[in-house]
């Protein structure tokens, strides 16, 4: 224990509030928040401690503290301070994936689509869906069976699901609202878990074109049947309350946590998901805390359940939304199955990765090995061009040895020698910190080039220039392009064959840059490509140049395009002259 920190126990507030612990440095380390301040934090120095919170411990040269007035307060300010620190002994869970909904329009002809979040108030939205491939059965077979527009803007001429009557032609038809209202119904009614009514009017179409010889019409309606049994069953655990709520459980191994979640919707189980992190402090309050941070990218439900009374009391406080501790029945034994997978995902996380090494220690190990103090912020740079065309640059953020998509940024090269990649380097380099030194953000603690010796004093010499701290290496490539190891500005080469966990931690960083940048470079130069390539074609104005850009996001899937396809939002003779110039390519 510090002086600084036996100082200032004694003056601890005995009331709500989050506390920020420091190192020797000043950097954040832990941020953490509770009813009473005093009682809180003066036991991480007051009481022994064992394993990752010894260590935290360990490394806290003084801590400041932040009363709020509520312990809801607290919890919403801890997350949003974790957030901005990125506290390399907080536990986050990774950027969650946005499930996908069907969404269908409100007004008008009845339209579906697939939709990440429900932010558009001109949709019902339904879901969310476990998978992405899922959602689009569902929403493929709800195509087949209701004569929904299928055109998202509607075209001056029918297309080819007209003439096949899977749409009922708003484009060329007055629908009336009675019909639409219908329409409406059904399609709501299906996707809320009832199809009896769906089933049966196919089963006597079957029967009626068997009775009419119409074989292929009745094996159509066959089809169509079988993937609505499919559909179903997998819908098939149902819960009679048909309430949207999300079941979970968690289990603890050998110092990780395994936390899952079930997804259900108007009672039926949609899927489930499992998140590991390592174990850290007190159980009940980092389970509280994920699940917290699982509802900043997923909508809540009506219910939460959870076995854990003391973690219901905690949420309760600060989700808007009924929690609740079961301990027996329905609800019960969905916990119950919550438990089985989070304890399935983390032995088969054991199993299988044997949970590969500490990225804290590995972090450690880099900063001893090249040294500096430990990199917990790296920041990685590369470049791509073909030939000066379309140049970009693009960095990548990893924190505490992971991405933080969110903080990634891309660059459209404007200096004059877009083929000097040198050059190229500089502008990009400068223009990143130039930016957060006036805003006064957060630096990284290591700037990690993909090239040689040149790259690296380019952007040395940036660092130099803005009067900053941060040192500059390169991932050194030998004579067959492969990553050996790191480089220094003094061309010096330090090797990593002897710690190959750490080799391939750099790898994977140096891999996503890498794809980072030749992502946004092919984006760029389809987009320049097309858009030049658009211009000689008549009737193809600017507009009817960004419907089709939205619609197809490179000249390969544009080729693939047919003339009936395009016909949806372009004028025939235009779609017909466009395929007509695609083929020259």
Known sequence: MTEKVKLAIPLLPKKPGCYLMHDASGKVIYIGKAKNLYNRVSQYFLRPHVGKVAAMVSHVDYFETI???????????????????????????????????????????????????????????????????????????????????????????????????????????????????????????FLNGTSNDIKNQYKERMAQATENLEFEKAQECKEILDAIEHIVSKENVEDKEHVSKDVFGYTIRDGYLSLSVLTYRKGILLGQESFIVEEFDDVDEQVSNLIFQYYQNHQKPQQIVVNSQQIANILSEVLDVKVLSVSRGKNMEAVSIANLNAQQSLDSHFMSARLSDSNLELLENLGNKIGIKTPYRIELFDNSHIQGDAPVGVVVVFINGEPVKKMYRKFNIEGKEKRDDYASMKEVMTRRYSRLKENNESMPDLILTDGGLGQIHAGQEVINELKLDIPVYGLFKNDRHQTKGLMDNEGNVISLDDNKALFFLLVRMQDEVHRFAISFHHQKRSKNFTKSFFDDIPGLGSKRQQLLLKQYQDIDQLKKATVEELSQFLPTEVAENLVLKLKEL
């Open 67 to 189: 009363i709020t007035h509520s312990d809801k307060e607290a919890f919403i300010l801890e997350m949003n301070l974790v957030h901005q620190y990125y506290p390399r002994y907080n536990i986050l869970l990774k950027d969650g994936k946005h499930y996908p909904y069907i969404a269908l329009k409100k007004k008008n002809d009845p339209y579906l689509k697939i939709s990440r979040d429900e932010k558009d108030p001109n949709y019902y939205y339904f879901g969310p869906y476990p998978t992405s491939s899922y959602a689009y059965k569902v929403i493929n077979l709800l195509n087949k069976i209701f004569p929904t527009r299928k055109c998202q803007h509607i075209p001056n001429t029918p297309c080819l699901y007209y003439h096949m009557g899977m749409c009922l032609g708003p484009c060329v038809n007055k629908i009336s609202e009675k019909k639409n209202n219908e329409l409406f119904e059904s399609i709501k009614s």
